[in-house]
């Protein structure tokens, strides 16, 4: 097959390395796939200067894009986040909330979302400029922002072009509360049903979400897929033959580790007065460390009040210890003899992090509502301790077991967990979707 011959997917995502934010491992991991699967892929995405002001940035995880694969950075405006006051209009020196409250209506004309709005037309326009060097086969757009949805219905209603829409979380599910966003006949509503209706697939990142807008679209449910976060092979492989120093109690010390975003929703305090109280009751984890690593809030500084909970939790011996590359992350894991899961509280929510817990092996203490979606990922994990309520004394409930079971763990006990979670790989939740997309486009 020469690379003319190749199909050719346009890929949308607003956050896309070197972006820090929340999805940008969903949409690395999704193009990368297709390009590897023979396709080759272009991706829009916002202009690098827009991540420096919003999500932060990591050099490290740019690096793993495929080679292959074509950028085209768009241009977004950077006005709202701009924090030199000599360069406000004077309307906006005048009265910001009125001009934030008039831009955003702006916003709102060009598409129905706060912020993101405004980017239409730059997307279209680029979406017109790739189409026309080189005619795309599929455009799948990935949100939120749900504007990512733009191009490909706009491509369809051009020329035809099939499209899908992946949805990280949902346009009018608040999906930790579980109440509706907006009204049925709303515009932003009207504009989704329209976009689903004409879709080749719409995905989901969990069951109880798809099964939301099943409820929500009852005629096209035989387009709904769920492709689940995964973990990716390469991660995996680095804990193959995984062992632990083992031993008594008297001679052991463990480092419960906590890898992710920390935001408002997660039962932080909860989980970290359990740990406190553990360490009153349990000599074992008494000489024990928590250790969290990962951001602090959504954007690229550091939410000051997780910053200032984890710090009055510092004399027991709980400690931040920053950002990780996506690069360095298997070699985090490696540091930690058992982990901390903490999640938003709601049935919706699962999180990327509860795959890659899953792959480690390692022991898994769960502090995060009992019926989230993570639970029915991990309900028939072995060495996976979760709370039967979000408290503080069901939390040191969960850190005692799970220290007591992490000091006996062998290499074989590793062996067998990693085993289990081998059908939340990647491949296996992307390979039967590109498979049936490229029967779609005729390519297969």
């Not at 709303?186 to 049903?193: G, P, Q």
């Not at 639970?375 to 408290?391: A, C, F, G, H, M």
């Not at 006990?413 to 990693?418: E, I, R, T």
């Amino acid at each position: 097959m020469t690379v003319d011959e190749r199909p050719h997917l346009l890929y949308v995502a607003w956050g896309y390395p070197p972006s820090r934010g929340a999805g940008v491992y969903r949409a690395l991991a999704t193009a990368n796939s297709f390009a590897r699967s023979g396709w080759r892929v272009t991706v829009l995405t916002a202009s690098r200067e827009v991540f420096d002001y919003q999500t932060g940035t990591d050099g490290e995880l740019e690096k793993t894009i495929d080679p292959g694969i074509a950028i085209v950075r768009v241009p977004f405006s950077l006005e709202r986040a701009e924090p030199d006051l000599s360069q406000w209009s004077r309307a906006r020196m005048t009265s910001n909330l009125l001009w934030s409250y008039i831009r955003a209506q702006k916003d709102r004309i060009s598409f129905p979302e706060p912020v993101y709005g405004g980017w239409r037309r730059a997307l279209v326009n680029a979406t017109d400029r790739v189409h026309q060097e080189n005619p795309v086969d599929l455009v799948l757009g990935t949100a939120n922002p749900n504007v990512d949805f733009i191009p490909g219905w706009h491509l369809h209603r051009k020329a035809g072009v099939p499209y899908v829409m992946d949805y990280r979380d949902a346009w009018h599910l608040d999906v930790f509360s579980g109440e509706r966003i907006g009204l049925r006949h709303s515009r932003s509503a009207r504009l989704e049903n329209r976009f689903l209706k004409n879709a080749t697939e719409a995905w989901f990142v969990n069951v109880p979400i798809r099964d939301w807008h099943v409820q929500e679209h009852p005629d096209l449910a035989d387009k709904f897929h769920v492709v689940a976060n995964a973990f990716d092979a390469e991660f995996a492989s680095q804990f193959k033959d995984m062992e632990r120093q083992t031993g008594i109690h008297q001679s052991r010390s463990l480092v419960f580790g906590y890898l992710g975003t920390i935001y408002g929703p997660i039962p932080l305090k909860e989980a970290l007065d359990g740990w406190r109280m553990a360490r009153s009751q349990s000599d074992l984890i008494s000489r024990s460390r928590l250790v969290f690593r990962g951001r602090l809030g959504h954007y690229s500084e550091p939410d000051p009040k997780v910053l200032k909970l984890l710090e009055h939790y510092a004399g027991d011996s709980v400690s931040y210890e920053g950002p990780v590359s996506k690069t360095e992350v298997a070699a985090v894991y490696a540091q930690f003899d058992a982990l901390l899961l903490a999640l938003a509280g709601s049935e919706y929510v699962t999180s990327g992090k509860v795959f890659e817990y899953a792959a480690t092996g390692l022991p898994i203490a769960s502090v995060h509502y009992p019926k989230s979606a993570a639970s029915t990922i991990l309900q028939d994990r072995n060495d996976w301790y979760p709370v039967k309520e979000v408290s503080a004394q069901a939390a040191c409930e969960v850190f005692l077991q799970t220290a007591e079971r992490a000091v006996h763990m062998t290499a074989t006990d590793y062996a067998k967990n990693q085993n289990w979670a081998s059908h939340l790989a990647r491949e296996r939740q992307l390979s039967p979707r590109i498979q049936r997309l490229e029967e779609v486009i005729g390519k297969d």
